[in-house]
């Protein structure tokens, strides 16, 4: 029993050990990378916190304004980056919170509220303050996500890189690695955390 526990620490931390190097030197070199994206965490919810979720097809219009951005950010689009936080913006301010329970809510209230400012600073900010802005906005639109569901596979991704070493995560339709933090500097820096049904 032991032997398994020392054998796994060993395993993670040579894990976490080239997930680092991987993303520190910057290279193409998608070896390493490969390696990470592959891995695949089930999702943490419950078949009754499944049931509970309301798939609002509003939820998704933020979902794709979401992702809008996290691509003009990935290709380091200043301008497409500004008219992507506008229209999430706009989609937010419209976003009704009808189909869910009171508790419900009063936790999506605060969350929008939180991710329409990160969207208007992100409308009016250079490049490095529209990713520290999506850094905060990703948590506020994660925490929906686990509120409202969605009809789509995400993937939760995380790059350690990111914040002086404090890492960022971001959501995405694919498992590719595409980094809106460093752009093309650091594309395939980070891994898949978990899987999002």
């Given amino acids: 029993m032991n032997n398994l526990r020392v054998t796994t620490t060993i395993m993670a931390m040579a894990f976490v050990g080239l997930t680092a190097m991987s993303c520190k030197d910057g290279k193409k070199d998608s070896s390493a990378t490969t390696e990470t994206e592959m891995i695949k965490l089930e999702p943490s919810t419950s078949t009754a916190d499944k049931e509970s979720k309301v798939q609002n097809p509003e939820s998704e219009k933020v979902l794709a304004d979401y992702m809008t951005l996290k691509n003009a950010l990935v290709e380091t689009d200043k301008d497409a980056a500004t008219e992507a936080g506008k229209k999430l913006e706009n989609t937010l301010k419209s976003f009704t919170l009808d189909s869910y329970t009171a508790e419900q809510k009063n936790e999506l209230?605060?969350?929008?509220?939180?991710?329409?400012?990160?969207?208007?600073?992100?409308?009016?900010?250079?490049?490095?303050?529209?990713?520290?802005?999506?850094?905060?906005?990703?948590?506020?639109?994660?925490n929906m996500v686990a509120i409202t569901g969605t009809e789509n596979t995400l993937y939760q991704q995380f790059c350690p890189m990111y914040a002086g070493d404090t890492g960022g995560a971001w959501l995405s339709t694919e498992k590719n690695i595409r980094n809106p933090y460093f752009g093309s500097k650091m594309m395939k820096c980070g891994v898949v955390q978990k899987e999002i049904n």
Avoid: G, P, W, Y
Avoid at 124 to 139: G, V
């Fill in 109 to 142: 209230e605060q969350l929008v509220a939180s991710a329409i400012s990160h969207s208007e600073k992100i409308a009016n900010s250079d490049m490095e303050e529209q990713r520290a802005h999506f850094q905060k906005l990703n948590d506020d639109v994660t």
